[in-house]
């Protein structure tokens, strides 16, 4: 039974990426194509599609054509949406529109997983973080899985009594790899694991649950 619910959790997260992403999808294009299949536009389209296609036909590519105009249309609405929220006033009122979310229980929770990992996929977080390395963090014998920022932190060298360079090491907490601790180590302390950034980050936000393929270690230098 424990080893159910191992796997129960692990596919659960596996999944429900997936699973939110296209439900939100179908919801998305179920409202553009209940909105346009008896608009001025798909009208027309039916009354061009008459003269040229037989009634049999004519549900089907009358149907498709819904789903491409839907498709653009959707497209097109979200690049709308992105122009205006530019506006300070329109972006006020999202703003606003936010911390409601954030007030109401058991949406902030699901609101505030979801914009942390949107924030993460579409920011220069990732560019900035060279390579997943593993460090022994908060104490000797206890180890965390980082990301590389800088392998020659010369500001604190005169600070610290090694003659090695200082890597700068951002540790993530988890599930919310937005925040987390920023330390020095010495670089023979510093781990560089063969995974992707992307990989490590997936691990972190699922407390683990969510292991990459496993590879041999890779020191520093590499």
């Not at 296209?22 to 008459?50: A, D, K, P, R």
Request: aromatic fraction near 10%; glycine fraction near 4%.
């Amino acid at each position: 039974m424990k080893n159910m619910k191992r796997y129960f959790y692990t596919g659960l997260i596996a999944l429900l990426p997936i699973v939110i992403t296209v439900y939100i999808f179908n919801w998305i294009v179920g409202i553009m194509m209940s909105l346009l299949t008896h608009s001025f536009v798909t009208i027309v389209i039916h009354e061009i599609l008459v003269k040229f296609v037989t009634e049999q036909e004519m549900d089907f590519y009358f149907q498709v054509l819904v789903y491409i105009i839907s498709l653009v249309t959707m497209l097109v609405g979200t690049c709308l949406v992105g122009m205006t929220l530019q506006i300070v006033f329109v972006a006020k009122i999202m703003k606003k529109v936010k911390e409601l979310f954030i007030k109401i229980p058991l949406i902030k929770q699901v609101y505030t997983t979801i914009s942390q990992i949107i924030d993460i996929a579409v920011s220069d977080r990732q560019k900035s973080y060279q390579k997943a390395v593993l460090v022994q963090y908060p104490r000797k014998g206890v180890y965390s899985i980082g990301f590389l920022t800088s392998t020659d932190n010369f500001l604190l060298k005169d600070y610290i009594e090694t003659e090695e360079k200082l890597c700068n090491v951002f540790i993530p907490t988890s599930p919310n790899p937005t925040s987390g601790m920023f330390i020095v180590v010495p670089q023979s302390e510093v781990k560089v694991l063969d995974i992707k950034t992307d990989d490590a980050i997936k691990l972190i936000i699922s407390g683990g649950v969510i292991l990459p393929e496993k590879k041999e270690d890779k020191n520093i230098e590499q």
